[in-house]
T-cell receptor, first 112, second 113 residues
């Protein structure tokens, strides 16, 4: 079993839809949770960063962490064609904090 | 502007040749990382360095080598011992310490002919 599981998609939605992207994990020591956006043939860029459980909102993006269920989500409201990209979840623990574990990424297509 | 640069963007190599991928950062980060990305797979850690003149193997270090002689630079050499080197290579850096997020370079696409 992988430490981090992420549905690879692809996920195709119409413009304006609410998108939900999810990851599950097995290591209860993970405390730091990140979402990266990666456009084709580019490096990932940090989108959201949360510590421990709870919600964090930034514009059209909301990150949720449920540590009891070992489940994290990224919601995109009013999705735009420019949101079409691969979204990677990532997480790390307090101990051995130098190592970050990445999900395989979910490919998202937003149709105009 | 602060950031991470990788060069070249595209690299072609014949079988049996060693090639070196460049990674430079001016973010004053102590920690640097090399990842490999293949279609449908997550980022896999090749090597990482938390401080100058020190580095550790990641999960898939076989066939690769690195050096960290300067804080700003962390070059990766793909040797002829790497059996399947065609991939997208990403360099990242971060402030040392638990939880600090990594920042990525634009990547190098290596193709073995």
């Amino acid at each position: 079993q992988k430490e981090v599981e992420q549905d690879p998609g692809p996920l195709s939605v119409p413009e304006g839809a609410i998108v939900s992207l999810n990851c599950t994990y097995s290591n209860s020591a993970f405390q730091y949770f990140m979402w990266y956006r990666q456009y084709s043939r580019k490096g990932p860029e940090l989108l959201m960063y949360t510590y421990s459980s709870g919600n964090k909102e930034d514009g059209r993006f909301t990150a949720q962490v449920d540590k009891s269920s070992k489940y994290i989500s990224l919601f995109i409201r009013d999705s735009q064609p420019s949101d079409s990209a691969t979204y990677l979840c990532a997480m790390s623990a307090n101990t051995g904090g130098f190592k970050t574990i990445f999900g395989a990424g979910t490919r998202l297509f937003v149709k105009a | 502007d602060g950031g991470i640069t990788q060069s070249p963007k595209y690299l072609f190599r014949k079988e049996g040749q060693n090639v070196t991928l460049s990674c430079e950062q001016n973010l004053n980060h102590d920690a640097m990382y090399w990842y490999r990305q293949d279609p449908g797979q997550g980022l896999r850690l090749i090597y990482y360095s938390q401080i100058v003149n020190d580095f550790q193997k990641g999960d898939i270090a076989e066939g690769y080598s690195v050096s960290r002689e300067k804080k700003e630079s962390f070059p990766l050499t793909v040797t002829s011992a790497q059996k399947n080197p065609t991939a997208f290579y990403l360099c990242a850096s971060k402030v040392t310490g638990a939880g600090n997020e990594q920042f990525f370079g634009p990547g190098t696409r290596l193709t073995v002919l």
